[in-house]
């Protein structure tokens, strides 16, 4: 405990003085009492209540691998990098971590760095030195589009206060930390509502997916295929939600109640229109994305070992903040050039939506993780890099900032939809 106490203290210095980020006002920049800041924290740290212990791994309970780009690491340089790397390439490090020092590290590279350059956690050593290894190309394919009546039918469906409803659901849980009671709570919530869309539809099943290393679950929810179930395409975003370190208050309306809940409804809206798809859909909400992409990278890999054809996933992650002129944009780096523009297509096609690019960063959110594993996988995201909600990863990432409604978030539900229709024939 004393030696949190004291990384954590260094750690927010560290990041507290860092480069400014355009953008993004950190909480100790500009005049403020750094001593009283750093303080509050530490006892905020101190007296995190509903931390619950990490079940299984006793020989690595606590322990945490993570992998990185050395250039991040070496613009980072704070105490946390004090330690030797475990290996690394040209580009990538691997590091050994605690547990407790994840939060403490995704905050500080969030107040750093001008775009989010992410990075993978791991459970074992093994599976953090895989990252070493070039990623597999997903094999070439046609994208087309014939779809035309069906989807338009299908996507007109989605209706925004089925979204707004789950999101205010989820941000009411006090944080949705992938390892806190109220982020386990908000995992079991989900899991009940995906259970009511599958009741009645023998062909719709809701499983968790129980992580070995936290407590937070994952939540799948699997249309099965009527033609060719084996082959797979999976829609969903990040349950957890994070800020700053410990147990304090996370609603992560848009950071990302806005992406589950648009998975949600993309679920809801397909099965009430009475669509069972060729292939099987996989709707999933992944835990302890905030962690370094926990969930999804555990789920994918596993996918990967179990030879899993996934034939595309689409991640949904910040979907309800207008910040930018164009109503969609897709992250062009760690994700599928081929996909990307299928998905432009479906917009240009199908929907009255305007659309662009953006450079997120090294493995910014789930896409990241099924592109590691050798699917094509893409992001699509609510505005430009520059201009994204300035409030996530804070207390005030409530729905309000969004407008109060899920306007926006439902042009990524009605573009799901397509997705899928068009995907899973
Ligand atoms: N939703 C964010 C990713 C994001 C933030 C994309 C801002 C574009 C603009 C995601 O939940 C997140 O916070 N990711 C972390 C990295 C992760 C590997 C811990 C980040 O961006 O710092
Ligand atoms: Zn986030």
Known sequence: MRFMKLSLVAGLLACGFGPVNAGYTPDFNGGVDVKAAVQAAIEAA?????????????ESAGRVWISMERGDVSALDGALFKRAPVAQNKRLAVYEFE??????????????????????AHDTLEGALEDLQAAPQPPARAYTLDQAARVKELAALPREEGISAAIRALAAFKNRGYRYA????????????????????????VA????????????ILTVLGSAEPE?????????????????????????????AAVTQEIARALLEGGYRPAKTIKFIAFAAEE?????????????????????????????????SERDIYFVSDNSSPEQNAFLGRLIDAYLPYTWGTL????GCSDHASWTKNGYPASYSFESTFEQHNPFIHKATDTLDKCGGNAAHALKFARLGVAYAVELAK
């Open 46 to 58: 101190a007296s995190a209540g509903g931390l619950l212990p990490e079940p299984g791994r006793p």
């Open 99 to 120: 547990t407790d020092e994840l939060d403490q590290l995704s905050d500080g590279m969030y107040r750093t760095f001008a775009r989010a350059p992410g990075f993978f």
């Open 182 to 205: 109220t982020g386990v709570d908000a995992s079991k919530w989900l899991q009940k509502e995906w259970v009511r869309l599958a009741e009645n539809r023998p062909y719709v099943s």
């Open 208 to 219: 968790p997916f129980k992580h070995a290393a936290f407590p937070q679950e994952s939540v």
């Open 231 to 259: 082959k797979v395409v999976v829609l969903g975003g990040h349950l957890d939600s994070v800020a700053g370190y410990g147990d304090n208050p996370a609603p992560g309306a848009d950071d990302n109640a806005s992406g």
């Open 291 to 323: 962690a370094g992409l926990r969930g999804s990278g555990e789920i994918a890999a596993a996918f990967k070992k179990a030879g899993v054809r996934v034939e595309g996933m689409l991640n949904l992650d910040m979907t309800n903040y207008k910040g």
């Open 359 to 362: 450079k997120c960063g090294y």
